[in-house]
């Protein structure tokens, strides 16, 4: 079989499900005014959407496009597994073909687990030897997604070992009204403390915890001992 794009997604198609595509809808919180208002599901789990795309990483880079362009969330994911893909095994030039197309489509990347499986893998995998000034721009955006996206990177320079910039755009993120930034910036402060100290991320909280969303805190400290988390979260540090 010739695997086209057309073929994928007769592939995706047809292994949709009715009854799970009701579940992720409501999971995802698609309805309105929800953060994924308008986004369809077939109802596809991730594993088998992983399997899928392992088929079809020859894709071109339009076709990926197209894929990201559309409305359905599975065609996207599999779009941004097989970008995942096509970058781990590129060459310089691709690489950062990749790294522009995902940027220039970043507001297709707009549900939370879109973000969290592919920022790391891709933005974060970029940048890790080069300038990071676009993290801040995305952080600054007042996009949701360009934010948890400028986040999520981070998590690559924090399993190397840096938690710089993590921490810098922990900062421009403290004010946020969205409960998932809020998630975001608590975890990789909580990655922070896992990978590379928690004197590293204590630094950090000593100075904005009690001001930072409660949320953030909460996911933050979730690996402290339950003596230090109560002393954070009733203002005892």
Same mark, same amino acid.
């Given at each position: 079989m010739i695997l086209t794009l057309s073929n994928l997604k007769k592939e995706l198609q047809t292994l949709a499900d009715k009854n799970q595509a009701v579940i992720l809808q409501r999971f995802f919180k698609t309805g309105k005014g929800q953060y994924g208002?308008?986004? %369809?599901?077939?109802? /596809? @789990? *991730?594993?088998?959407? =992983?399997k %899928?795309? @392992?088929?079809y990483t020859r894709l071109t880079l339009g076709d990926i496009s197209q894929l990201l362009a559309s409305p359905i969330h599975e065609y996207r994911l599999t779009a941004l597994f097989i970008l995942i893909a096509q970058y781990d095994r590129g060459n310089e030039n691709d690489k950062q073909k990749i790294f522009?197309?995902?940027?220039? #489509?970043? @507001?297709? *990347?707009? #549900?939370?687990?879109?973000? +969290?499986?592919?920022?790391?893998?891709?933005v974060g995998k970029h940048l890790l030897q080069k300038n990071r000034v676009i993290l801040y721009d995305l952080a600054k955006s007042k996009n949701l997604w360009k934010e948890r996206i400028a986040i999520l990177a981070t998590f690559e320079f924090i399993k190397n070992g840096e938690s710089k910039d993590a921490l810098a /755009?922990? =900062? /421009?993120?403290? #004010?946020? +009204?969205? +409960?998932?930034?809020?998630?975001? *910036?608590?975890?990789m402060l909580r990655e922070i403390g896992k990978r590379i100290g928690e004197a590293a991320e204590e630094k950090f909280l000593k100075i904005h915890y009690r001001t930072m969303p409660r949320t953030m805190l909460r996911y933050a400290i979730e690996r402290f001992s339950e003596e230090k988390r109560k002393r954070y979260l009733y203002g005892q540090i």
């Open positions: 208002e308008g986004d %369809v599901f077939l109802g /596809i @789990k *991730v594993p088998i959407q =992983r %899928v795309a @392992k088929k522009e197309l995902y940027l220039k #489509n970043a @507001k297709n *990347v707009n #549900n939370w687990d879109l973000v +969290d499986l592919s920022s790391p893998n891709i /755009i922990a =900062r /421009i993120l403290l #004010n946020s +009204d969205q +409960d998932l930034i809020h998630k975001a *910036v608590g975890w």
